[in-house]
T-cell receptor
């Protein structure tokens, strides 16, 4: 199974709402990632978890809060977002973070609209 | 910093013709290079990677890429294009940032349009 699942597929939220994005993989991968992607642009790395610990935070605003409850799950908690945060949010995983088997497997993404 | 460049925003090719999507890289040390494809409203899919060894790398869906050290290029190729190959293609490089952690840096993407 090489699938990364993400829920929900679409999310519309107001600027005062609190919501969460969820990501799950059952490939035994030990590294998981959150990316933000604007239309026709490359993905921008937000966070990396390696062995369930936060390894990279790319200076992401605190209104985005990641969580890795276990090795298969990754959440992104959203609070007080701005309209410019509207984007496709992609989750990915890889076998590990430092080894040569570094290709990432991406989920289908959550299309987020902030109103 | 490590980087990749995709000089073409869009490539048009007739169905059945060979296709090439260009990528050049700038790295210090040995490059780890990747190609990903993204279909509309979907996540990225891994196609192939170059770590070391043979300069011609074969990947998914009949794609291959040629690593050329002298030209610092890693072009994606396919002998015969299909309409279903129409998508957004990203070249990527494993990047070693100043903190010692490694991450992937993506190129700007090339939209491939295969014309029936």
């Amino acid at each position: 199974d090489t699938e990364v699942t993400q829920t929900p597929k679409h999310l519309v939220m107001g600027m005062t709402n609190k919501k969460s994005l969820k990501c799950e993989q059952h490939m035994g991968h030990r590294a998981m990632y959150w990316y933000k992607q604007k239309a026709k642009k490359p993905p921008e790395l937000m966070f990396v978890y390696s062995y369930e610990k936060l390894s990279i935070n790319e200076s992401v605003p605190s209104r985005f809060s990641p969580e890795c409850p276990n090795s298969s799950l990754l959440n992104l908690h959203l609070h007080a977002l701005q309209p410019e945060d509207s984007a496709l949010y992609l989750c990915a995983s890889s076998q590990d973070y430092g080894g040569t088997s570094y290709e990432q497997y991406f989920g289908p993404g959550t299309r987020l609209t902030v109103t | 910093a490590q980087s990749v460049a995709q000089p073409e925003d869009q490539v048009n090719v007739a169905e059945g013709n060979p296709l090439t999507v260009k990528c050049t890289y700038s790295v210090s040390g040995n490059p780890y290079l990747f190609w990903y494809v993204q279909y509309p409203n979907r996540g990225l899919q891994f196609l192939l990677k170059y770590i070391t060894g043979d300069n011609l790398v074969k990947g998914s869906y009949g794609f291959e890429a040629e690593f050329n050290k002298s030209q610092t290029s890693f072009h994606l190729k396919k002998p015969s294009a299909l309409v279903s190959d129409s998508a957004l293609y990203f070249c990527a490089v494993r990047d070693l940032n100043s903190g010692g952690y490694q991450k992937v840096t993506f190129g700007t993407g090339t939209k491939l349009q295969v014309i029936p």
